[in-house]
């Protein structure tokens, strides 16, 4: 039987004998687990409240939670670059993005290899607009997904050129997905080639991202003094190879920032589409962890006017609501059918299945 409890927290249920065979017993005991994973998930995001957030103003604004050890405060919510660079009308993606940004979310993601760098294209586009008046509200970010040298250093290059902008806010390592990644980025020469671009001001913080394991990001995370980690954080995640119970503790104690992806389960929303959650609970219960931001897909008008209305109506998910969410969602949980981001190649990026030998 599966304990929903976080693997570092001790409680009275981690005493309660595997051979208790009465299924009453077995009602109670996943009832009091589920209740204190409830606990335990409020009690995660309080902490990440105790250093002072902005609050907008009513109907304006977005939350905002530090950047780690950065100094920075971040929009609670990050726009996707994938999903803004998936907009077949370029003028309605800049139109989307800069309504995000008049609304508060100020957070923008991309990555060097969206849509064969279209994403890139577009968003610089949009904040080069108006004189460039969007860049001056915009926390950008975007990644690399070379792990050698000169393939860091040529991207790095061309996504300043494509953004429009003499400086990324926030470099990452792109699909940081396999055991030997963590090696590579080291033993290639594309960390000390990012690093030296931080050393020229082409960029002022740096990271890395991963969907497929938390023991990978764990490898990685002693390699450098990171800012930031981006990785799944959802309500299947809960009970599958869990990034929220096993890497955000030790994001917290090496003061790396984690923000959260893959709220819905992917590009294609499959635990919405499979009515384990809404989009709103999943939401919810992704920055109820103690995430600075989460980024999340926006394709049209309607959709981002409706996450702006859940983050800033936000209270986090606690007590009987949580517990009947997770009593909804372990049964489909656990075997990963949501998150085959985690198991298969599937959801590689191009560039990094090729990079590893796989078609």
């Not at 993606?93 to 849509?115: P, S, V």
């Not at 959802?234 to 119970?245: L, T």
């Not at 049209?300 to 009947?324: S, V």
């Not at 191009?350 to 990079?355: D, E």
Request: charged share 25%.
């Amino acid at each position: 039987m599966c304990n929903p409890l976080h693997p570092h927290q001790t409680t009275h249920t981690a005493t309660t004998s595997a051979a208790t065979t009465s299924d009453e017993t077995r009602r109670e005991f996943l009832q009091s687990g589920a209740a204190a994973a409830a606990t335990l998930t409020v009690g995660t995001w309080t902490m990440a409240q105790q250093t002072p957030t902005a609050a907008p103003k009513p109907g304006e604004g977005l939350p905002t939670r530090p950047l780690g050890k950065t100094q920075e405060h971040v929009s609670i919510l990050c726009l996707g670059g994938w999903h803004i660079g998936a907009i077949k009308n370029p003028q309605e993606a800049i139109k989307i993005m800069h309504a995000a940004l008049d609304e508060g979310m100020t957070f923008f993601d991309n990555c060097w290899d969206y849509h064969d760098g279209g994403s890139e294209i577009v968003m610089g586009k949009a904040l080069s607009a108006d004189g460039g008046k969007w860049r001056k509200k915009c926390f950008l970010m975007t990644k690399v997904c070379a792990r050698d040298a000169k393939g860091v250093r040529t991207m790095i290059d061309q996504s300043l050129q494509r953004l429009n902008t003499d400086v990324i806010d926030l470099m990452q390592m792109h699909e940081i997905n396999w055991d030997n990644d963590p090696e590579w980025v080291v033993e290639q020469g594309g960390l000390a080639e990012l690093l030296k671009a931080q050393k020229a001001g082409k960029v002022r913080f740096v990271g890395f991202t991963g969907h497929k394991s938390p023991h990978i990001h764990l490898k990685m995370l002693p390699v450098h003094a990171w800012d930031t980690v981006q990785c799944p954080i959802n309500v299947c995640d809960h009970f599958y190879r869990s990034f929220a119970k096993e890497l955000i503790p030790a994001a917290k104690k090496a003061q790396v920032a984690v923000i959260g992806m893959k709220s819905l389960g992917g590009g294609d929303g499959k635990i919405v589409q499979a009515q384990v959650a809404t989009a709103e609970q999943c939401i919810r219960f992704a920055l109820s962890q103690d995430i600075a931001s989460l980024v999340i897909g926006i394709r049209t008008m309607d959709e981002l006017k409706k996450n702006i209305a859940t983050a800033r109506n936000f209270r986090p998910l606690e007590g009987e609501e949580l517990r009947q969410l997770l009593n909804k969602v372990k049964p489909h949980a656990g075997d990963g059918r949501h998150e085959r981001f985690k198991s298969t190649t599937d959801f590689d990026g191009p560039y990094h299945r090729k990079q590893h030998g796989f078609e």
